[in-house]
């Protein structure tokens, strides 16, 4: 089992920009606004041969004002840090030690675990006067680096190398499990209880919750086991209508969630049942959609739905008018508070997942075709009537297919509408994306006139 470290220290003073450099790639967002950073988030991190997790986490400055979102913050780290062998407190050269410096010094003392203290922004030879007073904070004497340019990575290797296990090694089915893994990302708007719901799922409070809007910033993954199958979920922030977008963190969050759509298997739309299917959740959707990804409409709070019969008719109707390239789109009644209707959820999400990797061998298909055409055949353009010649599925992830036509430029939506229709109904592609390539197929006689 490889050794974890954590990164502390008040807002500011490039803890997200080391978590970066250690995991390679640009995980945690990055802004000059302090307090970025709410909930924490891992991942596999490197320097040069030493390989390690890696936790950014969030403010400890304010831990006494019970309640408040600073003190639920602090929770948060406090749990994070209960996790790790080191952690390294960064604190920032240039503006010399601060009360809460000293705050957060005197919280992460209590853990007992090694602390290496880290003085960030040390760029050029020259080093600030101000890291002198880090000394007081009884860590012995900084680390001097710079996150942003990679100065001082060797020192922290060396140091860093002391604290490996030593029966750590690599190991080969780790990379098996990735390629196993599958990757849910919870969408939606902002309190629409996204937090909630995978905390229910994972059974503890890891992800910050509460009353305030927009408490989730980043992009969160979080490694989970369901049913013996590894599972990557992402709690992501929540996604307002585009125009009142305004702050810069909050279109870098809105960016991070559609990069989550992007990369994920399946997507948990969550919605408040209370005022279901706005413009907005809408555009999420048909985004899901439109990037081929499988899609499960959590339909939350259903627990305050008064007349729950009709409120079910009227979503189901909805999605079937507004969303109809994914007929059959699953609709799960939950209470992400209560945990309620948690296993329909999962179950309704395997069997997208499985609908999404569906494979119809070729033969099938074209047996399937020649039925379709005989019962409906396609409609007589310029005289002439439409022929499909033969169809195959090129991928899955979403299921595609290519079909030939003589004629493919004249082969109506509306029979393309038929065609996904009869396939979702045979082959129990419920739900998930259609995708097709209309190819034209090649005149046999075309060859015999070039030749005469």
């Given at each position: 089992?490889?050794?974890?470290?954590?990164?502390?220290?008040?807002?500011?003073?490039?803890?997200?920009?080391?978590?970066?450099?250690?995991?390679?790639?640009?995980?945690?967002?990055?802004?000059?606004?302090?307090?970025?950073?709410?909930?924490?988030?891992?991942?596999?991190?490197?320097?040069?041969?030493?390989?390690?997790?890696?936790?950014?986490?969030?403010?400890?400055?304010?831990?006494?004002?019970?309640?408040?979102?600073?003190?639920?913050?602090?929770?948060?780290?406090?749990?994070?840090?209960?996790?790790?062998?080191?952690?390294?407190?960064?604190?920032?050269?240039?503006?010399?030690?601060?009360?809460?410096?000293?705050?957060?010094?005197?919280?992460?003392?209590?853990?007992?675990?090694?602390?290496?203290?880290?003085?960030?922004?040390?760029?050029?030879?020259?080093?600030?006067?101000?890291?002198?007073?880090?000394?007081?904070?009884?860590?012995?004497?900084?680390?001097?680096?710079?996150?942003?340019?990679?100065?001082?990575?060797?020192?922290?290797?060396?140091?860093?190398?002391?604290?490996?296990?030593?029966?750590?090694?690599?190991?080969?089915?780790?990379?098996?499990?990735?390629?196993?893994?599958?990757?849910?990302?919870?969408?939606?708007?902002?309190?629409?209880?996204?937090?909630?719901?995978?905390?229910?799922?994972?059974?503890?409070?890891?992800?910050?919750?509460?009353?305030?809007?927009?408490?989730?910033?980043?992009?969160?993954?979080?490694?989970?086991?369901?049913?013996?199958?590894?599972?990557?979920?992402?709690?992501?922030?929540?996604?307002?209508?585009?125009?009142?977008?305004?702050?810069?963190?909050?279109?870098?969050?809105?960016?991070?969630?559609?990069?989550?759509?992007?990369?994920?298997?399946?997507?948990?739309?969550?919605?408040?049942?209370?005022?279901?299917?706005?413009?907005?959740?809408?555009?999420?959707?048909?985004?899901?959609?439109?990037?081929?990804?499988?899609?499960?409409?959590?339909?939350?709070?259903?627990?305050?739905?008064?007349?729950?019969?009709?409120?079910?008719?009227?979503?189901?109707?909805?999605?079937?008018?507004?969303?109809?390239?994914?007929?059959?789109?699953?609709?799960?009644?939950?209470?992400?508070?209560?945990?309620?209707?948690?296993?329909?959820?999962?179950?309704?999400?395997?069997?997208?997942?499985?609908?999404?990797?569906?494979?119809?061998?070729?033969?099938?298909?074209?047996?399937?075709?020649?039925?379709?055409?005989?019962?409906?055949p396609p409609p007589i353009t310029a005289n002439r009537r439409l022929k499909l010649r033969y169809m195959t599925q090129v991928k899955s992830r979403p299921p595609t297919f290519s079909l030939?036509?003589?004629?493919?430029?004249?082969?109506?939506?509306?029979?393309?509408?038929?065609?996904?229709?009869?396939?979702?109904?045979?082959?129990?592609?419920?739900?998930?994306?259609?995708?097709?390539?209309?190819?034209?197929?090649?005149?046999?006689?075309?060859?015999?006139?070039?030749?005469?």
């Amino acid at each position: 089992m490889t050794f974890t470290i954590a990164i502390a220290g008040r807002p500011n003073v490039g803890k997200s920009t080391l978590f970066n450099r250690l995991v390679g790639k640009q995980m945690a967002i990055v802004n000059d606004q302090p307090g970025v950073t709410r909930d924490w988030r891992e991942g596999d991190g490197h320097l040069f041969d030493l390989k390690f997790r890696v936790i950014d986490t969030a403010g400890l400055e304010d831990v006494r004002a019970k309640g408040s979102l600073s003190a639920r913050t602090a929770q948060q780290t406090k749990k994070a840090l209960e996790q790790t062998q080191v952690i390294l407190m960064i604190v920032d050269a240039r503006a010399g030690v601060t009360s809460e410096d000293t705050v957060i010094a005197r919280e992460l003392r209590k853990t007992g675990l090694p602390i290496v203290l880290i003085a960030n922004k040390c760029e050029g030879s020259v080093l600030p006067a101000s890291m002198e007073e880090t000394v007081s904070l009884g860590f012995g004497d900084p680390l001097p680096i710079s996150a942003s340019h990679g100065d001082g990575l060797m020192d922290l290797y060396e140091i860093l190398s002391k604290y490996v296990p030593e029966e750590d090694a690599p190991k080969e089915e780790a990379e098996d499990e990735e390629e196993k893994r599958l990757i849910l990302a919870v969408v939606g708007r902002p309190n629409a209880g996204k937090s909630t719901l995978i905390n229910q799922l994972i059974g503890e409070d890891r992800m910050l919750t509460g009353p305030e809007p927009g408490l989730t910033r980043d992009a969160i993954p979080i490694a989970w086991e369901y049913r013996g199958r590894p599972v990557r979920l992402v709690d992501t922030a929540g996604m307002r209508r585009r125009v009142r977008v305004t702050e810069t963190l909050e279109r870098i969050s809105v960016q991070e969630s559609l990069r989550a759509i992007r990369l994920a298997h399946v997507v948990i739309l969550v919605l408040d049942a209370t005022q279901p299917f706005d413009k907005q959740e809408l555009v999420i959707a048909h985004h899901v959609i439109e990037e081929g990804r499988a899609l499960v409409v959590a339909l939350n709070k259903w627990d305050l739905v008064k007349d729950k019969k009709l409120v079910a008719k009227q979503i189901r109707e909805k999605a079937e008018a507004s969303l109809a390239q994914v007929s059959g789109l699953p609709l799960v009644q939950i209470c992400a508070l209560e945990g309620t209707g948690l296993k329909d959820l999962m179950r309704e999400t395997m069997r997208m997942y499985e609908n999404w990797n569906t494979r119809v061998s070729t033969g099938k298909l074209n047996r399937w075709l020649e039925d379709m055409e005989a019962n409906h055949p396609p409609p007589i353009t310029a005289n002439r009537r439409l022929k499909l010649r033969y169809m195959t599925q090129v991928k899955s992830r979403p299921p595609t297919f290519s079909l030939w036509v003589n004629k493919p430029v004249d082969l109506p939506e509306s029979y393309q509408r038929f065609l996904t229709h009869g396939l979702r109904e045979t082959f129990k592609l419920e739900g998930v994306p259609i995708r097709w390539q209309l190819k034209k197929s090649e005149n046999p006689y075309e060859y015999k006139k070039k030749t005469r």
